[in-house]
């Protein structure tokens, strides 16, 4: 699955947009939700691209993705709020087993 697009910000490191965009960093950090990078995808964009995504039969898949954009799955199929999803996190290469729908 595709990450989160972050715009002009995609591929760089958090301590350097933090030194290079402080303002816009605290922007983004005030409104993750809605924050869409300005040429990017906003956590809401990716949010409605996992529902979409999950109205398809999920017998026998493998996802494969990234890390905010696996919070924002797995935060939408278990019916989760923006803020419980945004509470949520994992550590790279963990795998997770989607059942119930």
Same mark, same amino acid.
């Given at each position: 699955?595709?990450?989160?697009?972050?715009?002009? $910000?995609?591929?760089?490191?958090?301590?350097?947009? !933090?030194?290079?965009?402080?303002?816009? $960093?605290?922007?983004?950090?005030?409104?993750?939700w809605e924050w869409?990078?300005?040429?990017?995808?906003?956590?809401?964009?990716?949010?409605?691209?996992? *529902?979409?995504? =999950?109205?398809?039969? *999920?017998?026998? +898949? *493998?996802?494969?993705?990234?890390?905010t954009f696996g919070? !924002? *799955?797995?935060?939408?199929?278990?019916? =989760?709020?923006?803020?419980? !999803? =945004?509470?949520?996190?994992? =550590? +790279?290469?963990? !795998?997770?087993?989607?059942?119930?729908?």
């Open positions: 699955m595709r990450e989160v697009n972050y715009g002009f $910000w995609d591929g760089r490191a958090d301590e350097e947009l !933090i030194a290079e965009y402080p303002l816009l $960093w605290e922007e983004r950090n005030r409104s993750k869409n990078g300005y040429d990017g995808e906003s956590y809401f964009d990716a949010h409605e691209r996992a *529902l979409k995504w =999950l109205e398809k039969p *999920l017998n026998n +898949h *493998l996802i494969v993705c990234h890390r919070k !924002i *799955l797995r935060g939408a199929f278990a019916g =989760l709020t923006p803020e419980e !999803i =945004l509470a949520t996190d994992f =550590l +790279h290469g963990q !795998i997770f087993e989607l059942k119930g729908k």
